[in-house]
């Protein structure tokens, strides 16, 4: 009977262990196998930060794969809904001056994302965030501006004056690296973009680290 006690114990013991009541860094010493708490389980692409002395360590998986499909080469996008852009001006985290592949100067409100206030008013995280736009603008090589909708009256913001855009820089989307890195919550349902925005903000949310938590 002891026997098949012993056999039943260690035939029941799954790889990596799932014992409990002992330290996740030992080794089980029923099976032999590395004890791993089935509640404690990493999510792929998520930074765990296990240790709260060490920095945490802003990734960008999601913005990293995600790509622009759509040809914008000779289009405009006051005409076409895509096209290449020039900055003219940076307003905050989410906000700038383009002028456009056909000549048109415009207010571009990024969509997706709301940063942080650093104009009439600022708030945590503000200027950080106004930096972080700027710099990738000022750094960039080729700016795309992409519409969500060809239909004029879904093409601007509730001021009627801006006009609502994805933001490529270099090939990456400014937009959803703005809220991955936590320097502006996700605003994106019901977008074309809309999943890549909520699987993005996962890892910064569950960290609380900027505008989920930490100080300015």
């Given at each position: 009977?002891?026997?098949?006690?012993?056999?039943?114990?260690?035939?029941?013991?799954?790889?990596?262990?799932?014992?409990?009541?002992?330290?996740?860094?030992?080794?089980?010493?029923?099976c032999g196998n590395p004890y791993k708490?089935?509640?404690?389980?990493?999510?792929?692409?998520?930074?765990?930060?296990?240790?709260?002395?060490?920095?945490?360590?802003?990734?960008?998986?999601?913005?990293?794969?995600?790509?622009?499909?759509?040809?914008?080469?000779?289009?405009?996008?006051?005409?076409?809904?895509?096209?290449?852009?020039?900055?003219?001006?940076?307003?905050?985290?989410?906000?700038?001056?383009?002028?456009?592949?056909?000549?048109?100067?415009?207010?571009?409100?990024?969509?997706g994302v709301d940063t942080p206030e650093?104009?009439?008013?600022?708030?945590?995280?503000?200027?950080?965030?106004?930096?972080?736009?700027?710099?990738?603008?000022?750094?960039?090589?080729?700016?795309?501006?992409?519409?969500?909708?060809?239909?004029e009256n879904l093409r601007l913001d509730?001021?009627?004056?801006?006009?609502?855009?994805?933001?490529?820089?270099?090939?990456?989307?400014?937009?959803?690296?703005?809220?991955?890195?936590?320097?502006?919550?996700?605003?994106?349902?019901?977008?074309?973009?809309?999943?890549?925005?909520?699987?993005?903000?996962?890892?910064?949310?569950?960290?609380?680290?900027?505008?989920?938590?930490?100080?300015?």
């Open positions: 009977l002891a026997l098949l006690a012993m056999l039943f114990v260690v035939s029941s013991c799954e790889t990596p262990c799932q014992h409990t009541d002992i330290d996740k860094n030992e080794i089980c010493d029923v708490d089935p509640n404690n389980q990493e999510q792929p692409g998520v930074n765990p930060n296990p240790d709260p002395n060490q920095p945490y360590e802003f990734t960008t998986p999601v913005t990293d794969r995600i790509q622009l499909t759509e040809d914008y080469e000779g289009k405009d996008f006051i005409k076409d809904g895509i096209g290449t852009a020039t900055v003219v001006a940076y307003t905050d985290g989410d906000t700038a001056i383009f002028r456009t592949s056909g000549g048109s100067k415009i207010t571009v409100r990024f969509l650093s104009t009439y008013k600022v708030d945590p995280w503000g200027f950080a965030a106004s930096s972080h736009t700027k710099n990738a603008l000022k750094n960039a090589k080729t700016i795309v501006l992409q519409a969500e909708t060809l239909d509730s001021t009627g004056k801006r006009y609502l855009a994805w933001v490529w820089v270099d090939g990456r989307l400014l937009n959803l690296e703005i809220a991955e890195v936590g320097l502006g919550t996700s605003d994106a349902s019901e977008t074309r973009y809309a999943k890549e925005f909520n699987e993005a903000i996962q890892a910064v949310l569950k960290a609380k680290q900027r505008i989920y938590g930490t100080k300015n």
